[in-house]
């Protein structure tokens, strides 16, 4: 804003504190507009903000899923694991019962862990688990399952296949933008905290922008650099709102053997009886 | 005939059918950028106090019958080590099968057992009903009856409160207690309590002691020695009719059971009566000394506990026996005792290896003054207290394709031992085959009864093959 005193207009006379007043009043409308104008720009999100996005994409009052995984050792040779499992998250509770359909040497044990929300396959200690052995005709209780064990002899860990965990545990940088396969994607790096152990010494994530899914994710050992295991999705899903991962492979690296995980069924957001998530389920079968 | 009954169609009904349908008929039915949601959701499924806000999905049609067939089948070579290269070597068929029809509110449960009835050289197998029994649900819990195994108490190797089911001990010492466990006629009621506990009333019409061989390589104890050993009593009869009751549940982070028992301990007494057959009082050639089985009637009153911290698991079951023999003056009757049971499982973070210990105990009341032939001085060595100890360690490879299993009883007062190493290649989803092995041994018991030391010549080293059902 000029200021027209009336001793400059009376006296038609420049002087030096009026021009670096007019410089500064410039100064500050141009500083003024680009604020303005830099706002109305969309801010790229950071690398937890990402990550965040994710665990929030993947939470489900419910879910109920029919999952295939078929193992592939080096030489091709196959064999399958069919399970199916029902996750109700609604109350303060998460609740998880998983029923395995084969091999034969598992068939139709059933699985049940109830854990305080939020610390499910992070914290061993406040989760409660049974399981029921078809041979014996009983549940009995047992410790929190090896998040770091291999599932079901298949190349994803306990770990890999339970929920996201907290994006507080590991610090994330967003390392840019990268096309993965057909899907446009941010890339993090996320470092587990020293006071939160991982398996792995660090992950990188390819995040589909669209979904909010992983579609790509490299994991590293201890030393950072050397790539442990390699997730890629081959397809997503949706059902209604919600977006999933159909269908991924896992490689280790190390020996080349892959599990392909598929999901052949899903349901979430569906009423689930809690009659499914007692020990008198995992004993029967039936549900009251 | 096995054969035949293979042969007939099995349609399976497992998992989540309310939700997903029928394994048989379930297929993919999510597509990439498909909406997989529609039809109605089925009540059974449905939280009650919820509003069905959700879009439908289909009804899965409700079978009439299913059936389902489960089980192994396979052999096994023994190679015995007590004689050199003349040591015996026995070829033995193996397996159980598993039959389930469901009708969806009632359920038959069948289990035969395959087993070696060869006798000299001749080749026959022996079809053994395991169980039988129906079952059927209620809103309120359900109730089956019929040959029944049921196991309770939170213990791996052992029981102190499991007093439903004889145990047999005619091929030594079991695999699996499990396995060992003899089926009985019985009928049960399950009540449920909220929906982690349930109190469960039990009635068995008649008892079944344990199951020793008295003859052979598996013999455990040289019943010729007892004079003029008589039948033993019929034991299928109302008066030896048996009851249970237990309750059970979670309370916090622990599964707690309590029980009541009357009935029968499984272990035999004797009875020694002699007679005076004359002529001469004096000449002791004129008596005939007749031995008679005699099973010990009392309560059993017992606790059960399980708890799992981190990677730690811990059981403990305890039990107080209340003889009918209550100040301990019958021979030939069991006297009260107190029996426990503890142990620890625990995962070694970070790999597969399982380790297991566990002591089992029992104090005999009244044992101060006992005869040599009394029942419970039979089975002690020399003192009140029995303390049985078992550890495994187990551990799998390659991807759950190798497991390793070590397993070890040690008898502390009868210094007995029983180790079992194993190794199991799981050649692919149905088929596996085990090496493995027993070493059995301990000092001589003296009068008193040790089936460690009267097995100490079956040390032996096995190769079994089995195809999973």
């Known amino acids: 804003m000029v200021s027209n005193t009336p001793e400059i207009v009376r006296r038609k006379i420049i002087r030096p504190e009026i021009i670096l007043r007019k410089i500064a009043v410039i100064f500050i409308a141009f500083t003024l507009g680009s604020f303005f104008a830099v706002s109305a720009v969309p801010t790229t999100p950071t690398g937890a903000e990402i990550m965040q996005n994710m665990s929030n994409a993947q939470q489900t009052t419910t879910s109920a899923m029919d999952i295939q995984m078929t193992l592939i050792d080096a030489g091709g040779d196959t064999s399958i694991r069919r399970f199916q499992t029902l996750v109700d998250s609604s109350g303060d509770q998460t609740k998880t019962v998983t029923v395995f359909l084969s091999p034969e040497s598992v068939k139709n044990t059933r699985f049940l862990t109830i854990s305080d929300s939020g610390s499910q396959g992070r914290d061993q200690g406040q989760d409660s688990q049974w399981i029921y052995l078809p041979a014996l005709r009983k549940v009995k209780r047992i410790s929190a399952g090896e998040r770091d064990s291999s599932f079901m002899g298949s190349d994803f860990t306990y770990a890999d296949m339970g929920d996201i965990d907290d994006v507080e545990t590991s610090d994330h940088t967003l390392l840019g933008e990268e096309q993965a396969a057909q899907f446009n994607c941010y890339v993090v790096e996320s470092i587990p905290r020293p006071d939160n152990p991982s398996a792995y010494g660090k992950t990188v994530t390819w995040i589909d922008k669209e979904s909010w899914l992983a579609v790509r994710v490299l994991f590293y050992q201890s030393d950072r650099e050397t790539v442990q295991k390699e997730l890629n999705c081959e397809a997503l899903g949706r059902s209604g709102d919600e977006w999933y991962t159909r269908k991924v492979v896992m490689e280790n690296k190390a020996d080349g053997h892959r599990t392909l995980m598929e999901i052949l069924q899903v349901r979430f957001g569906i009423p689930l009886n809690p009659g499914y998530f007692t020990t008198a389920y995992l004993e029967t079968g039936k549900v009251r | ?469």
Request: contains cysteine.
């Open chain 2, 1 to 469: 005939m096995l054969m035949i009954w293979l042969s007939f169609s099995v349609y399976a009904e497992d998992g989540f059918t309310e939700i997903f349908g029928p394994e048989s008929q379930s297929g993919t039915d999510s597509q990439s950028g498909a909406d997989p949601q529609s039809g109605a959701v089925p009540q059974s499924i449905m939280n009650p106090q919820s509003a069905p806000a959700q879009p439908s999905l289909p009804i899965p049609a409700a079978p009439s019958l299913t059936a389902s067939i489960s089980g192994e089948l396979g052999f096994s070579h023994r190679l015995f080590l007590d004689d050199g290269w003349n040591s015996e070597q026995v070829f033995s068929p193996e397996g159980s099968i598993s039959l389930l029809l469901d009708s969806g509110s009632s359920e038959l449960h069948a289990r035969l057992g395959i087993n070696d009835a060869q006798s000299a050289g001749d080749r026959t197998i022996q079809l053994d009903l395991e169980e039988l029994f129906i079952r059927s649900y209620f809103p309120f819990g359900f109730v089956d009856a019929g040959l029944m195994v049921i196991a309770w108490g939170t213990g791996e190797s052992g029981h102190a409160v499991d007093p439903l089911n004889p145990l047999s001990y005619k091929s030594g010492f079991p695999d699996n207690l499990n396995d060992a466990k003899q089926a009985e006629l019985m009928a049960r009621i399950n009540l449920y309590l909220g929906y982690n506990g349930k109190v469960e009333l039990v009635y068995l019409p008649f008892f079944h002691p344990l199951l020793m061989a008295d003859s052979g390589r598996w013999a455990a104890a040289d019943t010729s020695a007892l004079p003029n050993l008589q039948d033993p009593p019929v034991t299928e009869t109302w008066e030896y009719a048996q009851a249970a009751a237990r309750i059970s549940g979670t309370v916090g982070g622990m599964d707690l059971g309590l029980l009541y028992f009357y009935g029968f301990r499984h272990e035999p007494g004797y009875t020694f009566t002699t007679t005076f057959t004359g002529p001469d009082p004096m000449d002791p050639n004129d008596y005939t000394t007749t031995t008679t089985t005699a099973y010990t009637r009392g309560h059993l009153i017992g606790a059960e506990a399980a708890a799992a911290a981190g990677p730690f698991t811990f059981r403990g079951e305890a039990g107080f026996w209340l003889s009918e023999d209550r100040d301990g003056s019958e021979a030939h009757l069991c006297n009260s005792r107190i029996e426990w049971l503890a142990g620890i499982d625990y995962r070694i973070p970070g790999t597969t290896v399982f380790l297991m210990v566990e002591e089992l105990g029992s104090y005999v009341l009244q044992y101060d003054g006992l005869s040599a032939q009394d029942a419970d001085r039979m089975r002690t060595y020399d003192s009140a207290l029995t303390n049985t100890l078992t550890a495994a360690a187990e551990a799998s490879f390659a991807r759950e394709t190798i497991n390793v299993r070590l397993s070890g009883t040690y008898l502390v007062e009868a210094e007995g031992y029983l180790i079992k190493p194993e190794v199991t290649w799981r050649i692919d989803d149905n088929l596996q085959l085990t090496l493995g092995g027993t070493l059995v041994g301990g000092a001589d018991p003296g009068d008193s009864f040790s089936p460690f030391y009267a097995w100490r010549d079956n040390d032996y080293i096995e190769i079994t093959a089995s195809f999973l059902l």
